[in-house]
């Protein structure tokens, strides 16, 4: 099953511009993480957050988690052409150290 | 700091066939994982390994997949006989702290 749904399912934009990519989920998590996938290659975590955390920084990413709401959004700032990738959500489903992954956005940055 | 090996890289089989994939985690690393990912899709756990115990399995379909981690290192994920559905990647990856993995390049199988 799949516990995250990213959105959108696909993103083009161009280099400079910032991306946003949203995610929703289904039950109670303790944290949230992004990972990034390269065409053809193997995923890259980039950040995780923590159920009590609002907001993290890293680098040119911010995410921010609403438990509310659950729902996630990652923010790149300033892309750049090698930011074009496949972005997911995961959350560990019940607090387990299962991860559940969503289908993912589709990140196009143009140069 | 070496990644995560897999290996091969691509395989190309018929239906019915027979195949295995091998991953070599980071060293040191006690839980492994294989992952399915079907184009277009977020990869799915098939199979949790914590050194060479199975902690979660509950969706590899036993009937034709089988995995092992002997001395609790390296690990063989098997297919025996493949479906056209099994054509996706398959992904390895290992994890030290909890909820942090790292991921292997994947092997991805075509079944004609």
């Known amino acids: 099953s799949q516990q995250g749904e990213e959105d959108p399912q696909a993103l083009s934009i161009q280099e400079g511009e910032n991306a946003t990519m949203n995610c929703s989920y289904k039950t109670s998590i303790n944290n949230l993480q992004w990972y990034r996938q390269n065409s053809g290659r193997g995923l890259v975590h980039l950040i995780l957050?923590?159920?009590?955390?609002r907001e993290k920084h890293s680098g040119r990413l911010r995410v921010t988690l609403d438990t509310s709401k659950k729902s996630s959004s990652l923010l790149i700032t300033a892309s750049r052409a090698a930011d074009t990738a496949s972005y997911f959500c995961a959350t560990d489903e019940g607090g387990s150290e299962k991860l559940v992954f969503g289908k993912g956005t589709k990140l196009t940055v143009n140069p | 700091e070496a990644g995560v090996a897999q290996s091969p890289r691509y395989k190309i089989i018929e239906k019915r066939q027979s195949v295995a994939f091998w991953c070599n985690p980071i060293s040191g690393h006690a839980t492994l994982y294989w992952y399915q990912q079907i184009l277009g899709q977020g990869p799915k756990l098939l199979i949790q390994f914590q050194n060479n115990g199975v902690v979660d399995d509950s969706q590899l379909p036993k009937d034709r997949f089988s995995a092992e981690r002997l001395k609790g290192v390296d690990s063989t994920l098997k297919i025996q006989p493949a479906k056209l559905e099994d054509s996706a990647v398959y992904l390895c990856a290992s994890s030290l702290a909890r909820y942090e993995q790292y991921f292997g390049p994947g092997t991805r199988l075509t079944v004609t």
């Open positions: 957050i923590r159920s009590n955390e």
